[in-house]
Nanobody
């Protein structure tokens, strides 16, 4: 099992940047892909971006292209999500997830470990 702990969320002003982190521990050797999801108030959880742990191939949901950047530091077992030019519509709980499978894409079913989430609230 992989344990995931997100950090970096909080109350931020619109227009600024924010970087979320996700520290992985446990059986990280089984990780093939990691991803970020979000759940906005009143909405279902949705995919933001994903990255292959080895090689760094990325996937972005259409809504995330341009302002979101996913990256990882293999040595630190840490996943990041950089969000630029924040706007109030980015307000959500952001979750990281890990998968032992190599497939990228928007589906959440292949992810077997999830963090508890970090709240991001963007004020206008």
């Amino acid at each position: 099992q992989v344990q995931l702990v997100e950090s970096g969320g909080g109350l931020v002003q619109a227009g600024g940047p924010l970087r979320l982190s996700c520290a992985a521990s446990g059986r990280t050797s089984s990780t093939a892909t990691m991803a970020w999801f979000l759940r906005a108030p009143g909405n279902e959880r949705e995919s933001v971006a994903a990255i292959r742990w080895s090689g760094g191939t990325t996937y972005y949901a259409d809504s995330a292209k341009g302002r979101f950047t996913i990256s990882r530091d293999n040595a630190k077992n840490t996943l990041y999500l950089q969000i630029n030019t924040l706007n109030p519509e980015d307000t959500a709980v952001y979750y990281c997830a890990s998968s032992p499978y190599y497939g990228l894409g928007s589906g959440s079913e292949r992810y077997t470990s999830w963090g508890q989430g970090t709240q991001v609230t963007v004020s206008s």
